[in-house]
C-alpha cells in the first residue's frame, strides 16, 4: 500500500528555512514523478514544486528561487528546501504523485509550516 509520511515543518521567522521530508513507502518509488503541495486554511490546495523520476524540476512563480526540491530514489523520499520564507508561506504542506499516477488516496497528514515574527 502506497504511504507519504511529511515532517520538518514547524515555526520559523521571515526570512527563515525549513527543509520539509517525505518518506514514501509501498511503491516503486524512482518510477513516479513527486510534487509538494500546500494548503492555507480556507484555500484550495495547490502544486508548489514537483520532480519528475528523471530530476527535471518545475516550480510555482510564486517559489520559484526560494524553494528547491529534490529526491533520493535509493531512500524513497523527496525534499522540499525552503529558504527565505514569506508570510504568505504558512500551511500544511503535502507531498503525492503528479501527473496521472496522482491519487487523491495517497494524501498523507501532511506537516504544518508557520511563519511568523
Known amino acids: 500500500q502506497v504511504q507519504f509520511v511529511e515532517s520538518g515543518g514547524g515555526l520559523v521567522q521571515p526570512g527563515g528555512s525549513l527543509r520539509l521530508s517525505c518518506a514514501a513507502s509501498?511503491?516503486?518509488?524512482?518510477?513516479?514523478?513527486m510534487g509538494w503541495y500546500r494548503q492555507a486554511p480556507g484555500k484550495q490546495r495547490e502544486l508548489v514544486a514537483d520532480?519528475?523520476?528523471?530530476?527535471?524540476?518545475n516550480y510555482r512563480d510564486s517559489v520559484k528561487g526560494r524553494f528547491t526540491i529534490s529526491r533520493d530514489n535509493a531512500q524513497k523520499t523527496v525534499y522540499l528546501q525552503m529558504n527565505s520564507l514569506k508570510p504568505e508561506d504558512p500551511a500544511v504542506y503535502y507531498c503525492?504523485?503528479?501527473?496521472?499516477?496522482?491519487?487523491?488516496?495517497?494524501w498523507g497528514q501532511g506537516t504544518q509550516v508557520t511563519v511568523s515574527s
Open positions: 503525492n504523485r503528479v501527473g496521472r499516477a496522482f491519487r487523491a488516496e495517497y
Open positions: 509501498g511503491s516503486i518509488f524512482s518510477f513516479y514523478d
Open positions: 520532480i519528475t523520476s528523471s530530476g527535471g524540476t
